[in-house]
């Protein structure tokens, strides 16, 4: 099992643009995450999907959508790139509940916004 | 707000010496923890957990110790190896049947060989 994957792995993206991360697992977990890390902060959660089909917000879900494609897949996308949302963005995937279950994250997406 | 956070943000530990590092939360309704390591740069990986009926854990080389009177977890790592250097962070599962966990900002573990 290749666990959770992430592409791209690095992107540079100028004011305005858009772009889409994807995210995968082959674990066949139920829910999805979407986090951001900044320097000297702790992981702040995005967007989160606990089944296939619902997509709830999470702490920081300005300026940022997301598609639960299918069980296996959960994308995020930026719309209208901003300097605020250069960051560190991890995908995170769980069999259960956050409650009993492990997270198990992806490698991460590098992103500048210039 | 409440929020779960760490006493040190960095620390240095002797090769082969035992590393302890703390973290702090404020919600007494948490009732799951769990540590992850972060090597330079990659996702968090999952290192051991502890729900609020337990007080410590023993996996390999790592105990974490959970003190509900004061709110208090702590990770343990003994025999520090260099392949231990990373950031260490806590986070907890506030809710039950909440679907989201709160991270702590980390420590950064450092092994001198």
């Known amino acids: 099992n290749a666990g959770v994957t992430q592409t791209p792995k690095f992107q540079v993206l100028k004011t305005g643009q858009s772009m889409t991360l994807q995210c995968a697992q082959d674990?066949?977990?139920?829910?999805m995450y979407w986090y951001r890390q900044d320097p000297g902060m702790g992981l702040r959660l995005i967007y989160y999907s606990a089944s296939e089909g619902t997509t709830d917000k999470g702490e920081v879900p300005n300026g940022y959508n997301v598609s639960r494609l299918n069980k296996r897949e959960f994308s995020l996308r930026l719309e209208s790139a901003a300097p605020s949302q250069t960051s560190v963005y991890f995908c995170a995937s769980i069999r259960g509940q956050a409650n009993t279950d492990t997270q198990y994250f992806g490698p991460g997406t590098r992103l500048t916004v210039l | 707000g409440e929020s779960v956070g760490l006493h040190l943000p960095t620390l240095s530990v002797q090769e082969g010496d035992n590393s302890i590092i703390n973290c702090a939360y404020s919600n007494s309704a948490s009732d799951y923890f769990i540590w992850y390591k972060q090597e330079s740069g990659k996702g968090p990986q999952f290192i051991i957990d502890i729900r609020s009926n337990m007080d410590k854990r023993q996996g390999q080389r790592v105990t974490v110790l959970l003190n509900k009177t004061v709110k208090h977890l702590s990770l343990q790592i003994a025999a520090t190896q260099p392949g231990d250097s990373a950031v260490y962070f806590c986070?907890?599962?506030?809710?039950?049947?909440?679907?989201?966990?709160?991270f702590g900002t980390g420590t950064r573990l450092t092994i001198i060989p």
């Open positions: 674990m066949n977990h139920n829910s």
């Open positions: 986070a907890e599962n506030r809710d039950f049947g909440n679907e989201k966990l709160t």
